[in-house]
């Protein structure tokens, strides 16, 4: 019953705050008022990027020209959108989302299931965020920003990087440096930490008992390249970053710290056909490990970590869109200061179906599965799935409602416990 009584107050909620909505001609995203085009030119629907969206993130945010069809050379990465002028009110942005949701925990203890839950019925405010972000005109230098104002009851500097973006829009190379996401917008769609639903896939998000996820943003310079062929219908992308890593509590080092090595990504992507592509990912890095915090047993030890993945999804008929990946871990691990170096390994699968019936307008499902253990103890099993439909209040794409259901299972490999959590979420996001 709570279930549906917070159902029927979003919908009303929702309803109102449509009506209420300003209208389309003053409620567009800065790329897309700098352009003058609407959000689908680079999203399936935001924040999901197609073809076209992945491109003009590796140009530096500059349109990829119409003309490339390989009778003449492809324009220089600095004089791509050269007539546009600079305006303020086409470089900055905002986010608001909103969300009304139903939680249902369910805890076990040992081999026994158990009669710990937690439900919660809630009305949230999920973000308000502030971007700014451009290219600075005819010259090869660009620049982001993002600002959570509120996430998670705190706020501050989510991003923020310089980009310079060299050669020809069919054969460019760029180098970033300052704090950025290590995963956001990178790849091809199924590699994309931000997509249709409102959580990332778990097979991008696990976090290990070291503490250690790729949902970070650690401070480095990242390096790319990036081949098109006529009219980009082949694109051929590699990236590598270097970065400063993660404190001992898994949150990203800002600035100095007593850990000297650094943590390396690379990234490989090919995208081909309408809308589909391919993507494989490496990761290679060490953090400082505090065992046993506040016992008398109490340890610290520097582990490493490797990650190896490879995903791909493909668009058929421009409505049907599959998508699938994978990932290995595999961690140090020490049970205490004396025993050998043990280790973590998991392997997680995930695959995701979205129907598009019409611009504007998707139904989705996806599915992950994974499994790990830290030897010698036995393996745990995690499963997660997840279906919604997403809808765009306005032609232009930038103000969404979408609804939501997921439902996740987390085995522990430490602890050797498992939760279960079940999760109605209908959400409504502005993107002005």
Same mark, same amino acid.
């Given at each position: 019953m709570r279930f549906w &009584? /917070?159902?029927?107050k979003t919908v009303l909620v929702v309803i109102g705050l449509a009506l209420l909505m300003p209208q389309q001609g003053n409620a567009i995203p800065a790329f897309a008022r700098k352009f003058g085009v609407k959000c689908y030119t680079c999203h399936t629907i935001p924040p999901a990027l197609n073809k076209n969206g992945y491109m003009f993130k590796r140009l530096g945010y500059r349109m990829p020209p119409d003309e490339m069809d390989g009778t003449k050379p492809a324009p220089?990465? /600095?004089?791509l959108d050269k007539d546009i002028k600079f305006s303020l009110t086409n470089s900055l942005a905002m986010i608001l989302q909103g969300s009304v949701t139903d939680d249902k925990n369910i805890a076990e203890t040992g081999t026994t299931p158990a009669t710990a839950t937690a439900t919660t019925s809630s009305f949230n405010l999920d973000e308000a965020a502030l971007f700014i972000a451009g290219a600075v005109p005819e010259s090869g230098f660009s620049y982001f920003g993002h600002y959570e104002l509120y996430q998670? =009851?705190?706020? =501050?500097?989510?991003? =923020? %990087?310089?980009?310079y973006t060299g050669g020809r829009a069919n054969s460019s190379y760029f180098i970033k440096g300052g704090e950025e996401h290590m995963q956001e917008g990178e790849g091809t769609r199924a590699a994309m930490f931000? &997509?249709?639903f409102p959580d990332p896939a778990y097979t991008l998000t696990n976090v290990d008992p070291i503490g250690f996820s790729l949902d970070q943003h650690p401070v480095g310079v990242? %390096?790319?390249?990036?081949?098109?062929? &006529?009219?980009?219908? &082949?694109?051929?992308?590699?990236s590598a970053k270097v970065t400063n890593g993660l404190n001992a509590d898994g949150s990203e080092i800002l600035n100095g710290s007593t850990k000297n090595s650094k943590d390396v990504w690379v990234d490989a992507d090919y995208w081909f056909g309408p809308d589909g592509g391919v993507t494989a990912i490496y990761y290679h890095g060490s953090k400082d490990q505090v065992? *046993?915090? =506040?016992?008398? *047993?109490e340890f610290t030890y520097r582990p490493t970590f490797y990650r190896a993945g490879a995903f791909g999804n493909y668009l058929f008929f421009d409505k049907l869109d599959l998508l699938g990946g994978y990932i290995h871990s595999r961690d140090d691990w020490r049970w205490d200061q004396t025993s050998p170096m043990s280790y973590y390994s998991a392997d997680t699968y995930r695959g995701e179906v979205d129907y598009y019936l019409k611009t504007g307008t998707v139904l989705? $499902? !996806?599915?992950? !599965?994974?499994?790990?253990?830290?030897?010698?103890?036995?393996d745990m099993h995690t499963r997660a799935w997840g279906v919604g439909a997403e809808h765009a209040l306005t032609d232009m794409g930038n103000v969404v409602v979408r609804a939501t259901y997921n439902q996740e299972h987390d085995g522990d490999p430490l602890a050797?416990?498992? $939760?279960?959590?079940k999760l109605f979420k209908l959400d409504f996001r502005f993107m002005w």
């Amino acid at each position: 019953m709570r279930f549906w &009584n /917070s159902f029927i107050k979003t919908v009303l909620v929702v309803i109102g705050l449509a009506l209420l909505m300003p209208q389309q001609g003053n409620a567009i995203p800065a790329f897309a008022r700098k352009f003058g085009v609407k959000c689908y030119t680079c999203h399936t629907i935001p924040p999901a990027l197609n073809k076209n969206g992945y491109m003009f993130k590796r140009l530096g945010y500059r349109m990829p020209p119409d003309e490339m069809d390989g009778t003449k050379p492809a324009p220089k990465v /600095s004089a791509l959108d050269k007539d546009i002028k600079f305006s303020l009110t086409n470089s900055l942005a905002m986010i608001l989302q909103g969300s009304v949701t139903d939680d249902k925990n369910i805890a076990e203890t040992g081999t026994t299931p158990a009669t710990a839950t937690a439900t919660t019925s809630s009305f949230n405010l999920d973000e308000a965020a502030l971007f700014i972000a451009g290219a600075v005109p005819e010259s090869g230098f660009s620049y982001f920003g993002h600002y959570e104002l509120y996430q998670d =009851g705190g706020s =501050g500097l989510e991003q =923020g %990087f310089g980009v310079y973006t060299g050669g020809r829009a069919n054969s460019s190379y760029f180098i970033k440096g300052g704090e950025e996401h290590m995963q956001e917008g990178e790849g091809t769609r199924a590699a994309m930490f931000y &997509n249709l639903f409102p959580d990332p896939a778990y097979t991008l998000t696990n976090v290990d008992p070291i503490g250690f996820s790729l949902d970070q943003h650690p401070v480095g310079v990242d %390096f790319g390249y990036t081949w098109a062929s &006529n009219y980009f219908k &082949n694109i051929f992308a590699v990236s590598a970053k270097v970065t400063n890593g993660l404190n001992a509590d898994g949150s990203e080092i800002l600035n100095g710290s007593t850990k000297n090595s650094k943590d390396v990504w690379v990234d490989a992507d090919y995208w081909f056909g309408p809308d589909g592509g391919v993507t494989a990912i490496y990761y290679h890095g060490s953090k400082d490990q505090v065992q *046993n915090p =506040g016992a008398d *047993n109490e340890f610290t030890y520097r582990p490493t970590f490797y990650r190896a993945g490879a995903f791909g999804n493909y668009l058929f008929f421009d409505k049907l869109d599959l998508l699938g990946g994978y990932i290995h871990s595999r961690d140090d691990w020490r049970w205490d200061q004396t025993s050998p170096m043990s280790y973590y390994s998991a392997d997680t699968y995930r695959g995701e179906v979205d129907y598009y019936l019409k611009t504007g307008t998707v139904l989705m $499902a !996806r599915l992950d !599965r994974g499994t790990a253990k830290i030897a010698p103890q036995p393996d745990m099993h995690t499963r997660a799935w997840g279906v919604g439909a997403e809808h765009a209040l306005t032609d232009m794409g930038n103000v969404v409602v979408r609804a939501t259901y997921n439902q996740e299972h987390d085995g522990d490999p430490l602890a050797l416990l498992g $939760a279960t959590d079940k999760l109605f979420k209908l959400d409504f996001r502005f993107m002005w």
